[in-house]
């Protein structure tokens, strides 16, 4: 039978690599994007001509909402996996973050995705062999100043893998983190030129990330064999930081 995925931000340039890669691989997609529809709409058309045997949907929802999160589990039938690749970060001293970005940063790559795992724990039980997946970051791990508020968030996503991964082991369920260092993507281009030669030059492998460097590493997670994987963040950094 298909397999079926979730990909939250799935308009994000890693989520679009994973949708490719996850189709290309026979899974049907729920293709949930915030403000950007046109990325997953062309998604879907493309994918539903190439693959016309696999389901292809688009939803929209956003994370800092929390309210509407029973309708939208509705809405999704057969659930496989989840891949959390929503996010977005804000640049500044730590003293001059307001109470509201520092909502909005634990609603979107927390609160939200933990809300909505309780919600799709069930169907994900259901499967075969379920799996989740955030997209965490190296900032996690190590900290970063100018983004203190963004590292705690993505250093929480690890501490609820690491927890829940061990809650529902026995349904089956693999919880992971890939945590990326710098990928070439719309978050960075507020990057000049000179930030990103000087960006490249601390990074040992000399480069960003192409955000399908990370989508293989999430759908390595997605596979049958990676059953006994489980709680654990997988730093993908080109040997930079962690
Ligand atoms: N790029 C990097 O260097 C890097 C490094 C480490 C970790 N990461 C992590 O990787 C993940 C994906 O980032 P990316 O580089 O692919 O960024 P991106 O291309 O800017 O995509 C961001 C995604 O987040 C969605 N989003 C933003 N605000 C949202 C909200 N309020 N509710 C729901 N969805 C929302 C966007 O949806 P719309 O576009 O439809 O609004 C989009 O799908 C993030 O969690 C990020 O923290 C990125």
Redesign the pocket.
């Known amino acids: 039978m298909t397999r079926s995925a979730l990909i ?8 679009q690599a994973v949708a490719r890669r996850l189709a290309a691989a026979g899974w049907s997609l729920y293709l949930h ?4 529809a046109a990325p997953v709409e062309q998604l879907q058309v493309t994918f539903s001509q190439q693959y016309p045997r696999q389901d292809f949907f688009t939803l929209a ?4 909402d929390e309210t509407q999160l029973d309708q939208i589990s509705r809405q999704l039938f057969q659930v496989d996996a989840v891949i959390f ?5 804000t640049y500044g001293l730590f003293q001059a973050t307001t109470a509201e970005q520092l909502e909005h940063l634990w609603q ?2 927390i609160k939200t995705p933990m809300l909505l795992c309780q919600r799709l724990s069930a169907k994900l039980a259901q499967s075969a062999y379920g799996r989740i997946v955030f ?4 900032y996690g791990g190590s900290g970063s100043p100018l983004e203190v508020a963004y590292s705690t968030v ?1 250093g929480a996503q690890s501490a609820f893998a690491n927890a829940y991964a061990r809650e529902v082991a026995s349904l089956g369920i693999t919880v992971n983190v890939v945590a ?4 070439d ?4 281009q507020l990057f000049d030129a000179d930030a990103k030669t000087q960006l490249r030059s601390e990074i040992p492998i000399s480069r960003l990330a192409k ?1 399908d460097e990370v989508a293989f590493w999430i759908q390595s997670l997605l596979k049958k064999d990676a059953g006994y994987l489980t709680g654990q963040t997988l730093y993908v950094t080109g040997g930079w930081r962690k």
Do not use: C, R
Request: cysteine-free; proline content about 5%.
């Open positions: 939250i931000g799935a308009s994000g340039d890693i989520g994007y915030f403000q950007h929802y956003d994370l800092t690749a929503a996010g977005t970060t979107m790559h997209v965490g970051s190296v993505k990326p260092g710098a990928v993507t719309k978050m960075n955000p």
